[in-house]
């Protein structure tokens, strides 16, 4: 079975302050529904408030990122799924019940992973 990671960045989740709480609710049920399912990996969120660190290959580290890179934000969700297809179907569930679109990207195999 091959990994598949559905995120969306922190801005595209635009949904007024009343109904915040039952995007939280829905978005909560279909992640309990992955699961039920067998499929669920990982799921969260980045930390907005913990800046950072880059580690260097000599092993030395720097509060910061890759220089010009964007610093990642959002929700994150790592599915093991049978197909593309079922993947496809699982970020429709997950757009849906967040009310934003999300992006679905397909880990490459590792065996030693």
Not at 2 to 15: H, R
Not at 27 to 38: D, L, Q
Not at 74 to 97: F, N
Request: proline content about 6%; charged content about 20%.
């Amino acid at each position: 079975m091959t990994k598949y990671l559905i995120s969306f960045p922190g801005e595209a989740m635009v949904v007024p302050e009343e109904e915040f709480e039952a995007v939280v609710e829905t978005s909560h049920a279909a992640i309990e529904e992955a699961k039920s399912a067998g499929v669920y990996v990982f799921g969260g969120a980045i930390n907005d408030g913990v800046e950072p660190v880059l580690v260097a290959g000599d092993g030395t580290f720097t509060e910061g990122t890759y220089p010009g890179h964007k610093l990642p934000n959002g929700g994150y969700l790592i599915l093991e799924l049978p197909s593309r297809e079922a993947a496809l179907e699982w970020a429709a569930k997950i757009a849906v019940a967040c009310r934003c679109s999300q992006e679905l990207r397909e880990f490459h195999y590792d065996p030693v992973s």
